[in-house]
């Protein structure tokens, strides 16, 4: 299918019922809709936005645009959690429509103010020669849930020096004063991040670049996010353009942080050391995070990627969010955990443990196509030691550790359908340990994999078939000692 230019930018209000019907039926028959994670209706679903804890509830949205597997008009569609793991649909949460935004709302973030979510985005237009004209706009939830967008912008125009890649604010507060972070480019085309002041979170006043040590790194700074944890201040972004570096920054596109002392507000300077990988595996962008209702930083990210086609395309839908993370700081790096409210979705426990001494094993009761698992591997005597997972006679996905180069990898070569095969098959990163603890979270089409209690993080897609339901464990040239804990999951 074609996807001209006028079809990527109808809206989902000119289709008829039977149409959408129709896709929504495709979508459903699909082999890899997901039981467990955020995933769209129907179409394409990007960055998570406007994540924040409101009136008792977690409401997420998302880029969204509902006629098909493409990147076309964006709305903003809304998700809500008591928990964290059982979400509700809430419907569209913005749509476009006004001058300022017409083209498109695309993302952005929220924060409460007198007893309101304010939901700050950007708009996106284009002119007759299709240059693109951004604007920075406001909608307001009140307590009920109701959302109105402001009628006017709330900053109208790209400050001087940078080109119309101008987006994707994040708000916060700080001394009693609003700032909005906002990922841009500089005419010089190189990326950076500007920095806005508010007293009302109505009238921005510009105060100039967030100063960092970064220079020429990347094109484009997409989705950034300043927080404080630990004492340590935080900014993660998307850069766009950063060349690859051994294992290093090996996707299309990377998302990452650097950590250093507290933003200085008065002249936006940020002491941090280097950029930092938020995630090692091949489909992970665009990351939000909010403070939880207890005080916990908690991440969500798009488990995807701009510019590569999805097996799931064909049914009329592409691409679902990460599970909640958890984020602590340890020794200068970001740790990412499950959150501890995803025990909810455990059903049947199955427990093993044994040695392997050169060869391939599978444990009664282990196995599954949903499932959350912990292992242990110790006693690394072994040049190489893993765990096939979704996997039958001819398929796999391979987490493999080398004990002796200390090396983890991720291997989807072998675990179905191919995809972004352009950009590698593999992902490594260095592990510097005695012991190898993986817990792993694995739905229908994608595995999320937390490496020594957080201290690493994979996620990627994969689109194996529906009897891919064994899990194998292996100790090559060598032995070493398995212990494995396993729950079935329930459709969330």
Request: charged share 25%; glycine share 8%; with cysteine.
């Amino acid at each position: 299918m074609e996807w001209t230019r006028d079809r990527r930018y109808r809206r989902i209000e000119e289709v008829s019922s039977e149409k959408m019907k129709e896709l929504t039926n495709r979508v459903t028959a699909c082999p890899w809709r997901q039981s467990f994670h955020i995933q769209p209706k129907t179409g394409l679903l990007n960055d998570p936005n406007g994540f924040a804890y409101f009136q008792g509830t977690y409401h997420l949205f998302y880029q969204w645009f509902p006629l098909g597997p493409v990147h076309g008009l964006k709305y903003w569609y809304h998700v809500k959690s008591k928990d964290l793991v059982h979400w509700e649909d809430a419907g569209i949460g913005i749509a476009p429509g006004y001058l300022y935004d017409n083209y498109g709302a695309y993302s952005g973030s929220a924060i409460e103010h007198n007893d309101k979510l304010f939901l700050m985005y950007t708009g996106n237009t284009r002119d007759e020669n299709w240059v693109r004209h951004p604007y920075q706009c406001m909608a307001v939830m009140n307590r009920e849930g109701a959302i109105s967008k402001l009628e006017e912008p709330v900053i109208s125009a790209v400050p001087k020096r940078y080109t119309d890649h101008f987006r994707d604010p994040k708000v916060w507060k700080q001394d009693d004063h609003f700032y909005a972070v906002i990922g841009a480019q500089r005419e010089n085309m190189t990326g950076t991040a500007v920095i806005y002041q508010s007293e009302d979170l109505i009238d921005w006043s510009l105060e100039g670049e967030l100063k960092t040590s970064l220079q020429n790194f990347g094109y484009m700074w997409e989705c950034p996010d300043y927080f404080e944890l630990d004492n340590q201040g935080i900014f993660v972004f998307s850069p766009q353009g950063i060349e690859a570096e051994g294992d290093l920054y090996q996707n299309i596109y990377q998302s990452g942080y650097i950590i250093g002392e507290p933003f200085n507000p008065s002249d936006r300077t940020f002491h941090h050391g280097s950029f930092q990988e938020l995630d090692r595996g091949f489909d992970f962008y665009a990351p939000q995070t909010t403070l939880g209702e207890d005080g916990r930083r908690i991440l969500v990210g798009w488990m995807g990627l701009p510019e590569i086609d999805y097996p799931s395309d064909v049914n009329g839908w592409a691409h679902c969010l990460t599970l909640p993370r958890e984020l602590s700081v340890r020794n200068g790096k970001l740790i990412q955990q499950p959150v501890k409210e995803l025990k909810l979705l455990r059903k049947k426990e199955q427990n093993a443990k044994g040695v392997l001494e050169n060869e391939v094993k599978m444990f009664d009761g282990i196995q599954g196509t949903a499932f959350e698992m912990v292992s242990e591997i110790s006693s690394l005597q072994a040049e190489e030691v893993g765990i096939e997972l979704r996997a039958n006679e001819t398929k796999k996905t391979v987490i493999t550790f080398y004990p002796r180069m200390k090396k983890l990898t991720l291997d989807r070569s072998c675990s179905g359908e191919e995809v972004g095969s352009k950009y590698g098959t593999s992902r490594a990163c260095y592990m510097d340990t005695a012991k190898l603890k993986l817990h792993l979270f694995v739905d229908t089409s994608s595995v999320e994999i937390f490496v020594n209690s957080g201290e690493e993080v994979f996620t990627s897609r994969i689109f194996p078939d529906k009897d891919c339901d064994q899990i194998r464990f292996f100790a090559k040239n060598g032995r070493a000692d398995f212990k494995v804990q396993k729950w079935d999951i329930r459709k969330a």
